[in-house]
């Protein structure tokens, strides 16, 4: 069985620059979440897809940040434009009933913003 | 709101000695309860999880965790550490889905493991 996909695995940026990260979950899995982990930190959910519908955005920075999830598969997270604090790993999971259990990890996306 | 302490940020052990990875949850009913293992450059691995019955629950690679609800705590342990075990863990309090909870996990700030030949 394939495991979560990510592209690309490095990004280094100028800050105000846009950058857009993918995701490809494991066949068949409805929920979709993407994290954010800072260095020495543990990840944080940034948002939480359900399908193909939003189910928690709350810590979202929605001033910069969007994601959508085309058709229920595939999802793309967009930083527009980025901070030097937004410097991190963006880990994207996938499980299949959602809701807690069990989530799988892609290798995650390592940006740096310069 | 849920949170999870881990209270060691760096933890050396001589390979073959024993080890024990503290975690302590804040959640308001009975938790579902993780550990994952992150190897550098490497996503989140599950390695194991408790969700009820019985409190001392099995995972992979040979290690366990007990959940001790008058504690809060669910600590990770193994009898005998390898060198390959040095990475990096998390351990997560997941909400129980149900009305508006969508079951977030809220994961710890981690702990390194560094095994000494």
């Known amino acids: 069985e394939a495991g979560v996909a990510q592209s690309p695995r490095y990004k280094i940026i100028e800050k105000r620059q846009s950058v857009a990260f993918w995701c490809n979950p494991i066949s068949g899995h409805a929920t979709l979440y993407w994290y954010q982990q800072i260095l020495g930190q543990g990840p944080k959910l940034l948002i939480q897809?359900?399908?193909?519908?939003?189910?928690?955005d709350s810590q979202l920075p929605k001033d910069r940040f969007s994601a959508e999830r085309l058709k229920g598969v595939d999802s793309t997270l967009k930083i527009q434009p980025a901070k030097l604090e937004d410097s991190a790993v963006y880990l994207c999971?996938?499980?299949?009933?959602?809701?807690?259990?069990?989530?799988?990890f892609g290798p995650g996306t390592r940006l740096t913003v310069t | 709101a849920q949170s999870v302490t881990q209270p060691d940020i760096h933890i050396t052990v001589s390979e073959g000695a024993s080890l024990e990875l503290r975690c302590n949850y804040s959640?308001?009913?009975?938790?579902?309860l993780f550990w994952y293992v992150q190897s550098p450059g490497q996503g989140l691995q599950l390695l194991l999880k408790y969700f009820s019955g019985d409190t001392l629950v099995q995972g992979i690679k040979g290690f366990e965790a007990e959940f001790k609800r008058s504690q809060s705590s669910f600590n990770l342990r193994k009898p005998s550490v390898h060198w390959s075990d040095a990475a990096e863990y998390f351990c997560a309090v997941g909400e129980r889905a149900g009305g508006t909870s969508y079951g977030k996990l809220t994961f710890g700030q981690g702990t390194i493991l560094t095994v000494h030949p």
């Open positions: 999971a996938s499980s299949t009933r959602g809701l807690t259990y069990e989530q799988y």
């Open positions: 897809f359900q399908n193909n519908g939003v189910v928690d």
């Open positions: 959640y308001g009913a009975t938790p579902y």
